[in-house]
């Protein structure tokens, strides 16, 4: 069965620090991966992917298929990077479908 | 253009009571889905359309119907309500079909079932 792991729900760093989200996945075949953000009171989105290789907002997010995660990362978080991340695997083939972790929140202290 | 869009965006309905949420987008996408936001659970999915006319659960179906007359709307129906179904619906969208491309969402509806 699918399975997206996020381990921590909460995760809370001061301005400045390094941020790492956590996400494990448990998938059949070769998944497509990607992260989307829900900043307060808005719409899911995307973003970033591995596809794409691209450093969106200052984070990246390194594919390990030993390991099968894709941790998401940020040398120096800032206030606006507060908010609800979401690990999604994308199933790679068929109808192509997210399965979404659980999310962890990330509060950044100013 | 509007992206996708959704109505209402709060409703509060009584146990047993049907409603039908909108959703509706503009950019020709072929793929669209359903998902449900509780806290703690992240996002899971109700229903899917591959295209007009075409329909397919997801994880947690039960309790909800859907229908794809046209590409641009894709509502979802609550035929009884229960308490359960207390939650966060966000649509989405997606195109091209095949393929592991972003999903555009929209702003959600906050469904509360007393």
């Known amino acids: 069965a699918q399975r997206v792991t996020q381990p921590e729900k909460l995760l809370s760093v001061f301005k400045g620090a390094p941020v790492e989200l956590k996400c494990n996945y448990s998938y059949s075949g070769s998944p497509e991966l990607f992260w989307y953000v829900q900043y307060s009171r808005q719409r899911l989105q995307l973003l970033l992917r591995?596809?794409s290789r691209e450093s969106i907002k200052g984070f990246t997010a390194d594919l390990n298929k030993g390991e099968t995660s894709f941790h998401l990362k940020k040398p120096f978080a800032q206030e606006e990077d507060s908010a609800m991340y979401y690990c999604?695997?994308?199933?790679?083939?068929?109808?192509?479908?997210?399965?979404f972790g659980k999310g962890t929140k990330l509060s950044v202290i100013p | 253009n509007a992206g996708v869009t959704q109505t209402p965006k709060f409703q509060v309905l009584k146990t047993g009571q049907s409603m039908t949420l909108q959703c509706a987008q503009d950019m020709n996408h072929e793929y669209m889905s359903w998902y449900r936001q509780d806290p703690g659970m992240g996002l899971r999915l109700i229903h899917y359309s591959v295209g007009a006319g075409i329909t397919d659960q997801g994880e947690v179906p039960n309790g909800y119907n859907v229908s794809r007359s046209t590409t641009e709307d894709f509502p979802l129906r609550l035929l009884s309500a229960a308490p359960s179904q207390t939650s966060v619906y966000f649509c989405a969208s997606r195109r091209p079909l095949a393929g592991p491309y972003e999903q555009y969402f929209g702003p959600g509806t906050r469904l509360t079932v007393t």
């Open positions: 999604a695997p994308c199933s790679g083939a068929g109808s192509y479908q997210l399965t």
């Open positions: 591995h596809i």
